[in-house]
């Protein structure tokens, strides 16, 4: 398994600013994933963020909205920008396990936009 | 294609009761399916999976779940209810080792533990 963390764990943010999310892994993954859990839903997936490449973005997300960074092996970061109130939700980073269809779960980032 | 459907979006049992959390899925090929717990502002848990080996898969704090797939159900049970397991479970589903094969959440079932 790998420990994740992720920084911030809660933010309030107005409209029209970006929040950019950090997410550390303890251990070298090829493959890391952002989702979205609005309130009181499941999650979905944002994007998948290889090293060394553009992330890949799932339909309904696009890159000016939630840009992704990638710089090595543990870490990555999440923009949300030009934030509304229907961005609020629980940001979550995972990374694959041995196989591919195993995730391992950061704690979150809490996410109000006023 | 791949989906998962969690047919109760709430679960309320007695503590000591048994718990059965509903999960049908339906997949192209042999699907992983897995079960995760979220507790309040609390991270996302594995508690179990499926990988094509024992169909009776036996996860942490007393869960268990059995594929079967005459029925292509997946659904989580635990003979006895504890205060601490409620929470919200999620079925998960996911294809071959391909990264085409997204990985598919349920909507979610929030269990409700009465004392």
């Known amino acids: 398994s790998a420990v994740i963390s992720q920084k911030p764990s809660r933010d309030i943010c107005q409209r029209g600013t970006s929040l950019t999310i950090q997410c550390q892994v303890d251990?070298?993954?090829?493959?890391m994933f952002w989702y979205r859990q609005q309130p009181g839903q499941s999650l979905t997936l944002i994007a998948t963020?290889?090293?060394?490449?553009?992330?890949?973005?799932e339909s309904g997300f696009v890159i000016d909205k939630f840009p992704i960074s990638r710089p090595n092996l543990t870490f990555s970061t999440l923009t949300v920008s030009n934030m509304s109130p229907e961005d609020s939700s629980i940001y979550l980073c995972s990374v694959a396990g041995i196989s591919y269809n195993e995730q391992f779960f950061g704690p979150g980032t809490r996410l109000t936009v006023l | 294609a791949q989906s998962v459907t969690q047919l109760d979006s709430h679960v309320s049992v007695s503590e000591g009761t048994p718990v059965l959390l509903r999960c049908n899925y339906s997949?192209?090929?042999?699907?992983?399916l897995f079960w995760y717990v979220q507790h309040p502002n609390k991270g996302l848990q594995l508690l179990l999976k499926?990988?094509?080996?024992?169909?009776l898969v036996k996860g942490i704090n007393g869960f268990e779940a059995e594929f079967k797939k005459s029925e292509t159900s997946f659904h989580l049970t635990k003979p006895s209810a504890h205060m601490s397991d409620a929470a919200e479970y999620f079925c998960v589903v996911s294809g071959a080792m391909n990264r085409d094969d997204k990985i598919i959440f349920g909507k979610g079932t929030r269990l409700h533990i009465l004392p």
């Open positions: 251990s070298q993954v090829t493959m």
């Open positions: 963020a290889n090293q060394g490449s553009e992330a890949t973005y």
């Open positions: 997949s192209s090929y042999s699907p992983s």
């Open positions: 499926y990988t094509s080996a024992a169909t």
